[in-house]
């Protein structure tokens, strides 16, 4: 090769290193990349086939499971005090254990004659965000924020909450304390909402933000996942709400793109109370209200029950137990008791939690195998304290290692965190600061690993 040749050659390697190196085409490349990766290893290991079998469970059951006796009222014993007592709550993995005798849950009587809202209802002002990759928490709350003229995009809300661009999901605690700390709004989060509650606060003036369970029409292979939608309006004449969705502004359903005309008078999707209902029940009706400090009152106010977490608890709890015997779809069930497991892990009843969530992993095989949630403890980690908090440190291993396992790249900082506890309650201490170290390095300054090597005596 001749001297101008080789000159070529380095001119064109310097230009196809400069422009791959280009924000624009490099994100295009890693997320391409990234598909490939996990489509082989998807195929070559299906997550779908993988199946938790809890300890009290090993001898294996199938469509003959018995469900499991539930039964809140009875105190949950005194973890032993071996057990690490964690931060102030801020969601129900940072709840210290519960006391021999917890108060009781408090009670609402609502006003004898409500007033009846409007037929129809619909927030505008929002500035419409289409989300980036697994970034549908922060491109949401984003959203919502600028009802409140924030000023601000899914960037900051992003480096906030999902500083690794790798991280899959954003947890509705993270979104209201992000809220709570880092602007002059106040923000909550419940579980157990409905759709009588949605529409009180959309008519009042709060958009709301829920979490749900989302299979798009352009990753029908990709099976189950979790998704943010921001609720603006509703119309009971048509019966349906209206919502605000990240990832369907970049593929709505009709295909193409929204075009510039439609985009300047864009108000929402439109989506069917009972499509809502059916992928809400999958987060256990779980949602987010961001508000002025000053109408505190006023959001409280039309939450009633629900103002608290041991009221809203109680509900969701109530109604996930009522769902159990009322759902006949298969999925439905599992998912039902998933959420009963949830919510006695939100009132601190580990043991019948334990209890619930075995009978939703006994459910789970039956669930025909291209539409199993094999994601969901991406997105839901309740197992992990539920069997943390009963002792059974060995169950919390195999679910981490588990769900870790089945994942294109194991990067949830939760399962790191419980399979830690449960390590270092077994003694192993270095498998659990090697645990911790890395929950940290795919969520940096994540509270909880932070705070449990700071007891330990180590530098995060």
């Given amino acids: 090769m001749n001297k101008r040749k080789k000159i070529w050659v380095l001119i064109i390697v310097i230009l196809l290193a400069v422009t791959i190196n280009l924000p624009p085409v490099w994100s295009r490349i890693d997320y391409h990349s990234r598909v490939i990766y996990r489509n082989v290893k998807y195929w070559l290991n299906p997550p779908s086939e993988v199946v938790f079998v809890p300890s009290s469970n090993e001898d294996g059951v199938s469509s003959t499971y018995a469900p499991a006796i539930i039964d809140s009222n009875t105190p949950t014993p005194v973890p032993p005090t071996k057990l ?85 999901n954003v947890m509705p605690y993270e979104l209201a304390d992000f809220v709570n700390e880092q602007t002059d709004k106040r923000a909550l989060w419940r579980y157990g909402g409905d759709l009588q509650t949605i529409k009180a606060l959309v008519n009042a003036g709060f958009p709301v933000m829920i979490e749900k369970g989302f299979e798009p029409y352009s990753l029908r292979n990709d099976g189950w996942m979790g998704h943010y939608n921001l609720v603006v309006g509703y119309d009971d004449e048509e019966k349906s709400l209206t919502a605000h969705d990240s990832y369907l502004m ?36 779980v949602f987010v209200v961001v508000y002025p400090p000053e109408r505190e009152n006023d959001v409280l106010d039309l939450l009633g029950p629900l103002a608290t977490d041991e009221g809203a608890c109680q509900i969701a709890y109530e109604r996930a137990k009522q769902e159990t015997t009322s759902l006949t779809d298969v999925r439905e069930q599992f998912f039902a008791w998933f959420n009963a497991g949830t919510s006695l892990v939100c009132l601190q009843d580990y043991a019948n939690a334990a209890n619930a969530y075995d009978t939703a992993f006994a459910i789970y095989p039956d669930i025909q195998q291209d539409s199993r949630p094999y994601r969901i403890l991406w997105y839901e980690t309740g197992p992990y304290p539920a069997y943390y908090y009963t002792e059974r440190y060995q169950d919390v291993i195999k679910l981490a290692n588990q769900t870790l396992g089945a994942m294109a790249e194991p990067v949830l900082e939760e399962s790191y965190y419980w399979r830690a506890l449960s390590q270092y309650a077994l003694g192993n201490t270095a498998q659990a600061l090697a645990d911790l170290r890395t929950s940290l390095e795919y969520h940096p300054g994540f509270a909880l690993s932070t705070a449990k090597l700071k007891e330990l005596g180590m530098i995060p």
């Avoid at 609402?108 to 409500?114: I, R, S």
């Avoid at 793109?257 to 809502?276: K, Y």
């Fill in 84 to 168: 690490p007592v964690k931060p102030a709550r801020s969601t129900y993995e940072a709840i210290s254990p519960p006391t021999p005798n917890p108060s009781p849950i408090p009670t609402y009587t609502p006003p004898p004659t409500p007033t009846p809202l409007p037929t129809y209802a619909l927030l505008t002002g929002i500035l419409c965000e289409r989300q980036f990759m697994n970034n549908c928490g922060p491109a949401t709350l984003s959203m919502y924020l600028s009802y409140y003229d924030w000023g601000k995009n899914q960037l900051t809300t992003g480096a906030a909450i999902r500083p690794n661009a790798k991280d899959v």
């Fill in 250 to 285: 970049s593929y709505p359903p009709w295909g193409g793109e929204i075009s510039q005309d439609l985009w300047d008078t864009f108000i929402g999707f439109d989506f069917s109370f009972s499509e809502i209902e059916q992928a809400w029940r999958s987060f256990n009706y």
